[in-house]
T-cell receptor
Framework: GENVEQHPSTLSVQEGDSAVIKCTYS??????FPWYKQELGKGPQLIID?????GEKKDQRIAVTLNKTAKHFSLHITETQPEDSAVYFC???????????FGPGTSLSVIP | ETGVTQSPTHLIKTRGQQVTLRCSSQ?????VSWYQQALGQGPQFIFQ???????GRGNFPPRFSGLQFPNYSSELNVNALELDDSALYLC???????????FGPGTRLLVL
């Protein structure tokens, strides 16, 4: 079955710097890759997603890149702000949809 | 447009008891998925309901069961509770099984 790894598990950056989180997956047939942000006491919130027919997608300070050959995708946050501090999860939708797989999460801290 | 809502927000049960958690999907969504999120981990897929039928299941025992109603709201039932069932239970709705999922705030279950 699909296996999703996420690195780093924790990340601390200075306000204004960039943050990059990477996920790798094993099933080359997987075709949809969302990123979620989860703040303390809340459910995950979709922040950006990408489909397998696209290599990069950007939304203001957030971007996602996908390398299908290497089977990894990354979340890029530029000009980080304290309110970006949260746990970020990647997810992978395999072709057999019944098992959406989440990564283990990255705890991001943005230091003012 | 109303988002995904879940009830109750918190629940304390004892080992061996049964629990029912409820979820109201976002307007226009006909698919509901349930996830278990243990502390410090990513969400684990339990099962998905599409138009009142189970549409996929993760690696959870049969004592985890569910229902979806004609208005697309859903229930998660867990029988014979075990200590390891203590977790945040998340519900997510989508327009169909392979579309973007939107999460509710979760129900925090503690089994003593």
């Amino acid at each position: 079955g699909e296996n999703v790894e996420q690195h780093p598990s924790t990340l601390s950056v200075q306000e204004g710097d960039s943050a990059v989180i990477k996920c790798t997956y094993s099933d080359s047939a997987s075709n949809y890759f969302p990123w979620y942000k989860q703040e303390l006491g809340k459910g995950p919130q979709l922040i950006i997603d990408i489909r397998s027919n696209v290599g990069e997608k950007k939304d203001q300070r957030i971007a996602v890149t996908l390398n299908k050959t290497a089977k990894h995708f990354s979340l890029h946050i530029t000009e980080t702000q304290p309110e970006d501090s949260a746990v970020y999860f990647c997810a992978v939708y395999p072709t057999s949809y019944d098992k959406v797989i989440f990564g283990p999460g990255t705890s991001l801290s943005v230091i003012p | 447009e109303t988002g995904v809502t879940q009830s109750p927000t918190h629940l304390i049960k004892t080992r061996g008891q049964q629990v029912t958690l409820r979820c109201s999907s976002q307007s226009g969504h006909n698919t509901v998925s349930w996830y278990q999120q243990a502390l410090g981990q990513g969400p684990q897929f339990i099962f998905q309901y599409y138009r009142e039928e189970e549409n996929g299941r993760g690696n959870f025992p049969p004592r985890f069961s569910g229902l979806q109603f004609p208005n697309y709201s859903s229930e998660l039932n867990v029988n014979a509770l075990e200590l390891d069932d203590s977790a945040l239970y998340l519900c997510a709705s989508s327009r169909s099984g392979r579309e973007t999922q939107y999460f509710g705030p979760g129900t925090r279950l503690l089994v003593l």
